[in-house]
């Protein structure tokens, strides 16, 4: 059975760090890129960084460039999200994803989200 699991979240400060990691199991998605996606209550679901399959390209929305860094280890089976200086605005409930259709990060840094491997979600709270 495939699994993304995240974890990593919680309470924090604005001004704050937080590490998030997605850990795979059942199968390798070493071939494929990854990326975070997060949904803030009342809002859709957004795209935040991506990374290519072998972690050598990676993307990032606008709203996290400087602030948030992806990263991944395959022989880990294992994806991060460093989040430095995070904001109020940055509460969310954070996703992981697979896109099995790709090694690059084109395509989930253009909207691509209809991926077939999701995680659970783990929480994010900034507060002010």
């Known amino acids: 059975q495939v699994q993304l699991v995240e974890s990593g979240g919680g309470l924090v400060q604005a001004g704050g760090s937080l590490r998030l990691s997605c850990a795979a199991s059942g199968r390798t998605f070493s071939r494929y890129a990854m990326g975070w996606f997060r949904q803030a209550p009342g809002k859709e679901r957004e795209f935040v960084a991506a990374?290519?399959?072998?972690?050598?390209?990676?993307g990032y929305a606008d709203s996290v460039k400087g602030r948030f860094t992806i990263s991944r280890d395959n022989a880990k089976n294992t994806m991060y999200l460093q989040m430095n200086s995070l904001k109020p605005e940055d509460s969310a409930v954070y996703y992981c994803?697979?896109?099995?259709?790709?090694?690059?990060?084109?395509?989930?840094?253009?909207?691509?989200?209809?991926?077939?491997?999701w995680g659970k979600g783990t929480l994010v709270t900034v507060s002010s």
């Open positions: 994803a697979v896109d099995t259709t790709s090694t690059g990060v084109r395509g989930l840094v253009s909207g691509k989200n209809d991926m077939n491997y």
């Open positions: 990374v290519s399959w072998n972690g050598g390209t990676t």
